[in-house]
C-alpha cells in the first residue's frame, strides 16, 4: 500500500516490490516526491490555489502544504545568490526540498566565461546544501550532439561532480545507448520529459523513461498543447490542463519502471498557466496513491 505522510505532503511510498539489487532490497520503497516548476505566480492567487491577497513572500510556505518539492526557474533567469537564496529558505517548510536550473548563461547563452559563471553559480546554490535534489541542466533544442557540444557538456559535468545533476535534453541525437551510459558512469539522471507529440517537429527528444542514476529519477510534465507548442508563445505553450485519465496511463506506462531502479523520485509540472501545474500535481499525488494499491 501506498503511504502518503501526513508530515511530508506530496511525497508518497511506491512499493517495489521486485527491485534489481542496484537499487535496494526486495521490498523496499521509493519514495517519489510531486511539485512544480517555480511557485511564485502572481496568477496563481486568481486562479485560487493561493488565499486572495497572497503576497509573493508567503507563497513558499503556502506551497509547501500542498508540496515536497519545488524546482527554482528564476536561477535560468539569473544568476543565483546566497543571500536571498538563504532568505527564501528562512520561510520555506522544513520538508521542501528543491532542483535549482543552471543558469541559461551556461546553457543556452553560452559564452566563453561559462567556468566563472559556474564558480558564481555554485556559491550561489551553497544555502541549499543537504535540501538539493538536484541541479537542472536544461539544455535548448539545437544543443546537438555534435562533438564541440559533447566536449562542453562533459566540461561542465566535471565541474558539478560533486552535486547531484539532471540533464534534459531536447535534440534527439542524444537518445543514444552511449549517452546514456556515460550518464550512469557519473551517477547523472536523465530527465524523463512529458510533451506533445508533435510528428512534423522533427529532432525532438523522445519520451523516454531510462534510469541513468540509481539514486534518483526525474520527471517533467510540460503539458501537451500541441498549437501551443508550434506558437512560440509562453503562456500559450504551458498552457494544458491533465485529465486524470492521462497521469494514471502514466503512471501505469512508466513509473513503476522508474521507481524499481531509483532510490527516490521527483516529479514536476510546468504548465503553469491558470495553476493547472499545482492542480495536476494534486491530483498525481492522489493517482500514485491509487496506483500503488493496485487501483491504476
Given at each position: 500500500m501506498a503511504r502518503e505522510s501526513s508530515e511530508v505532503p506530496g511525497?508518497?511510498?511506491?512499493?517495489?516490490?521486485?527491485?534489481?539489487?542496484?537499487?535496494?532490497?526486495p521490498g523496499r520503497v521509493c519514495p517519489v516526491y510531486v511539485g512544480t516548476c517555480g511557485y511564485s505566480y502572481t496568477e496563481w492567487v486568481d486562479s485560487g490555489?493561493?488565499?486572495?491577497g497572497t503576497k509573493s513572500k508567503a507563497m513558499l510556505g503556502l506551497y509547501g502544504r500542498s508540496f515536497s518539492v519545488v524546482e527554482l526557474n528564476y536561477t535560468w533567469y539569473q544568476m543565483a545568490r546566497a543571500e536571498?537564496?538563504?532568505?527564501?529558505?528562512?520561510?520555506?517548510p522544513a520538508h521542501l526540498r528543491f532542483a535549482a536550473k543552471l543558469t541559461r548563461t551556461m546553457t543556452h547563452e553560452r559564452d566563453n566565461n561559462w567556468r566563472e559563471q559556474l564558480a558564481l553559480y555554485r556559491q550561489g546554490i551553497a544555502p541549499l546544501?543537504?535540501?538539493?535534489?538536484?541541479?537542472?541542466?536544461?539544455?535548448?533544442?539545437?544543443f546537438d550532439r555534435s562533438l564541440a557540444n559533447r566536449s562542453y557538456l562533459a566540461a561542465l559535468l566535471d565541474g558539478l561532480h560533486d552535486l547531484p545533476v539532471a540533464v534534459e535534453f531536447r535534440h534527439h541525437?542524444?537518445?543514444?545507448?552511449?549517452?546514456?551510459?556515460?550518464?550512469?558512469?557519473?551517477?547523472?539522471?536523465?530527465?524523463?520529459?512529458?510533451?506533445?507529440?508533435?510528428?512534423?517537429?522533427?529532432?525532438?527528444?523522445?519520451?523516454?523513461d531510462v534510469v541513468t542514476n540509481p539514486a534518483l529519477f526525474y520527471g517533467r510534465f510540460h503539458?501537451?498543447?500541441?498549437?501551443g507548442w508550434r506558437s512560440g508563445n509562453m503562456q500559450k505553450k504551458?498552457?494544458?490542463?491533465?485529465?486524470?485519465?492521462?497521469?494514471?496511463?502514466?503512471?501505469?506506462?512508466h513509473l513503476l519502471a522508474m521507481a524499481r531502479q531509483a532510490g527516490m523520485g521527483v516529479l514536476l509540472f510546468n504548465n503553469h498557466v491558470r495553476a493547472q501545474a499545482a492542480q495536476n500535481g494534486l491530483r498525481l499525488v492522489e493517482i500514485l496513491g491509487e496506483f500503488s494499491q493496485g487501483g491504476g
Amino acid at each position: 500500500m501506498a503511504r502518503e505522510s501526513s508530515e511530508v505532503p506530496g511525497r508518497v511510498e511506491i512499493p517495489c516490490p521486485s527491485a534489481p539489487d542496484r537499487a535496494g532490497q526486495p521490498g523496499r520503497v521509493c519514495p517519489v516526491y510531486v511539485g512544480t516548476c517555480g511557485y511564485s505566480y502572481t496568477e496563481w492567487v486568481d486562479s485560487g490555489f493561493y488565499p486572495e491577497g497572497t503576497k509573493s513572500k508567503a507563497m513558499l510556505g503556502l506551497y509547501g502544504r500542498s508540496f515536497s518539492v519545488v524546482e527554482l526557474n528564476y536561477t535560468w533567469y539569473q544568476m543565483a545568490r546566497a543571500e536571498p537564496l538563504a532568505r527564501m529558505l528562512e520561510g520555506a517548510p522544513a520538508h521542501l526540498r528543491f532542483a535549482a536550473k543552471l543558469t541559461r548563461t551556461m546553457t543556452h547563452e553560452r559564452d566563453n566565461n561559462w567556468r566563472e559563471q559556474l564558480a558564481l553559480y555554485r556559491q550561489g546554490i551553497a544555502p541549499l546544501r543537504e535540501r538539493l535534489v538536484a541541479v537542472l541542466i536544461q539544455l535548448p533544442p539545437d544543443f546537438d550532439r555534435s562533438l564541440a557540444n559533447r566536449s562542453y557538456l562533459a566540461a561542465l559535468l566535471d565541474g558539478l561532480h560533486d552535486l547531484p545533476v539532471a540533464v534534459e535534453f531536447r535534440h534527439h541525437s542524444w537518445a543514444a545507448d552511449p549517452v546514456f551510459a556515460e550518464l550512469e558512469r557519473r551517477r547523472v539522471t536523465l530527465v524523463a520529459v512529458d510533451a506533445p507529440a508533435l510528428p512534423g517537429f522533427a529532432g525532438l527528444f523522445p519520451a523516454l523513461d531510462v534510469v541513468t542514476n540509481p539514486a534518483l529519477f526525474y520527471g517533467r510534465f510540460h503539458g501537451r498543447n500541441r498549437e501551443g507548442w508550434r506558437s512560440g508563445n509562453m503562456q500559450k505553450k504551458f498552457n494544458y490542463n491533465y485529465s486524470g485519465d492521462e497521469l494514471r496511463a502514466w503512471c501505469e506506462g512508466h513509473l513503476l519502471a522508474m521507481a524499481r531502479q531509483a532510490g527516490m523520485g521527483v516529479l514536476l509540472f510546468n504548465n503553469h498557466v491558470r495553476a493547472q501545474a499545482a492542480q495536476n500535481g494534486l491530483r498525481l499525488v492522489e493517482i500514485l496513491g491509487e496506483f500503488s494499491q493496485g487501483g491504476g
